[in-house]
């Protein structure tokens, strides 16, 4: 069975760092592209970039390129998103998908003083 | 970037009856590869998106056949027949045309 879990989320000031984590399993991490989507509180739903199954190349929306970066560790079957510089309008549900057909159950970041 | 706009922004259906929501897109979303790009995700309460549609009018594994999809290279509309109470939730449509991928502002469906 695939299952994607997402951890690393929680409550960070504005202007700090946080790295979020997606763990796969149930199939060959290594074979897929990988990507992370968010969802605000208003319920919009915003592509943030994907990966490559061997981390050699990745994608970025163009808003969040500069402060947001994706990777991934095969070996761990892991993917990973580095959030640097966060806003207040980063506050959302973070989710990693493969292909979006699998989505992992999502994890809450809130920015906030 | 593509923009897709989608209605209405909510539904409200009987269930057994039929709904139908539209997405519009900013640009043409038929690929060089005579693909039309067009996604649609459903997201019900407290879940996480599911895949419904993909390429425009093809059924994702599992998906039941009282979903259906078409369009031309602009504009789609998702019908669901017969509504049943688990179709209840926020309709996205989405493209994977080209980067930066994009998703329309979503439709929610409830029942009377």
């Known amino acids: 069975e695939v299952q994607l879990v997402e951890s690393g989320g929680g409550l960070v000031q504005p202007g700090a760092s946080l790295k979020l984590s997606c763990v796969a399993s149930?199939?060959?991490?290594?074979?897929?592209?990988m990507s992370w989507v968010r969802q605000t509180p208003g319920k919009t739903m915003e592509w943030i970039g994907d990966?490559?199954?061997?981390?050699?190349?990745?994608n970025y929306a163009p808003s969040l390129k500069n402060r947001f970066t994706i990777s991934r560790d095969n070996a761990k079957s892991t993917l990973y998103l580095q959030m640097s510089n966060v806003r207040s309008e980063d506050t959302a549900t973070y989710y990693c998908?493969?292909?979006?057909?699998?989505w992992g159950q999502g994890v809450m970041v809130t920015v906030s003083s | 970037d593509i923009v897709l706009t989608q209605a209405p922004l909510s539904v409200s259906v009987t269930p057994g009856e039929s709904a139908s929501i539209s997405c519009r897109s900013s640009?043409?979303?038929?690929?060089?590869?005579?693909?039309?790009?067009l996604y649609w995700y459903l997201q019900r309460p407290g879940k996480s998106p599911q895949l419904l549609i993909y390429q425009m009018s093809n059924l994702a594994s599992g998906v039941p056949d009282r979903f259906s999809s078409s369009g031309s290279e602009t504009d789609f509309t998702l019908k669901i027949s017969k509504v049943e109470t688990e179709d209840v939730g926020v309709y996205y449509c989405g493209h994977r045309l080209e980067y930066p991928r994009t998703f329309g502002g979503g439709t929610k469906l409830e029942l009377k």
């Open positions: 149930g199939f060959t991490f290594s074979d897929y592209w």
């Open positions: 998908t493969r292909k979006d057909i699998y």
């Open positions: 990966i490559k199954y061997d981390g050699s190349y990745t």
């Open positions: 640009k043409s979303l038929l690929s060089s590869k005579g693909i039309t790009s």
